[in-house]
C-alpha cells in the first residue's frame, strides 16, 4: 500500500469488517471514513447507520444503507471515523472535515470507537495539524479573543485563524464557525481541552480524548491495530 488513498481504503475496509447484522454503527466524516462507509454498503448487512454529517448520509443513502437519527436509537453498537491526528493512547484531533461536534456527539453515545487513518496521521504529539475549534456565529470575533486567552493559559501564544472557504467562512452543518490554532506543539492536550470548553461561545473543540478503544492504521506492509 504505497499511497495515503490506498492505506485509508485497507484501513476502511477492515473496520467494515468488525460490523454484524442488527448494529447500529455510527458512521464518521471525512476522506478515510468514506472508505468505511463504502465498504459497509458493499457488505449489504442489516444494520441501522447514524451519519455525523450531511455528506455522510447522503453517501450512505446512495450505498442503501438504513439511516436513523442520533436521539432515535437507543444505543450506538460501534462508530468508526477517521482523524487528523493521532498520539499517544490514541489521543486525537479531528474536525478537518468540520463536523467535530456531531462527531463527538455519536462518538460519546457509542459502546465502541474505531478510528482509522493512513501512516501520516500518526504523531508523537499532537499539535502539528491546526486543532479545530467551533464557535458560535454570534459574536465570534469576541469568542476569539476570548480563545486566544485560554491558549495562553496553556502556553500556546497562537492566534487561531477563521475557516474560509471561497471567501466566506465555512458553516457547519449546525450553523456555527470554525476557529483553527496552529498550536505546533500540544503539551497537555486534557488541560487545553478545559480551557477551551470554558469559554462561553465555544460549542467544543477537535481534541477527542479518551474516546478511541482502537485505531486501525494503513501502513505500507498492511493494517496495524493500535490500542491505548
Given at each position: ?47 441501522v447507520g447514524v ?52 462527531e463527538k456527539l ?123
Amino acid at each position: 500500500m504505497s499511497t495515503a488513498d490506498d492505506q485509508k481504503r485497507a484501513a476502511g475496509e477492515a473496520a467494515a469488517a468488525l460490523v454484524e447484522n442488527g448494529m447500529t454503527v455510527g458512521l464518521g466524516t471525512g476522506s478515510t471514513a468514506a472508505w468505511f462507509v463504502k465498504a459497509l454498503g458493499a457488505r449489504g448487512l442489516d444494520i441501522v447507520g447514524v451519519p455525523t454529517s450531511l455528506a455522510t448520509a447522503q453517501l450512505a443513502e446512495s450505498l442503501g444503507i438504513r439511516l436513523g437519527e442520533l436521539g432515535q436509537v437507543r444505543s450506538i453498537d460501534l462508530t468508526v471515523d477517521g482523524a487528523d491526528e493521532i498520539g499517544p493512547a490514541l489521543s486525537l484531533i479531528k474536525g478537518g472535515g468540520a463536523a467535530l461536534l456531531r462527531e463527538k456527539l455519536v462518538w460519546e453515545a457509542s459502546k465502541r470507537c474505531v478510528v482509522i487513518a493512513d501512516a501520516e496521521k500518526r504523531v508523537a504529539q499532537l499539535g502539528k495539524f491546526p486543532l479545530p475549534i467551533e464557535v458560535v456565529a454570534f459574536g465570534h470575533e469576541t469568542t476569539m479573543l476570548r480563545i486566544c486567552d485560554a491558549l495562553a493559559e496553556c502556553d500556546l501564544g497562537v492566534a487561531p485563524r477563521l475557516r474560509v472557504k471561497d471567501g466566506a467562512p465555512v458553516k457547519t452543518d449546525g450553523g456555527n464557525l470554525i476557529y483553527d490554532a496552529a498550536c505546533g506543539r500540544i503539551e497537555d492536550p486534557a488541560q487545553l481541552a478545559d480551557a477551551l470548553k470554558s469559554v462561553t461561545g465555544v460549542v467544543d473543540h477537535g481534541l477527542f480524548l479518551d474516546l478511541a478503544d482502537m485505531a486501525l492504521v494503513g501502513t505500507p506492509d498492511g493494517v496495524v491495530t493500535l490500542e491505548p
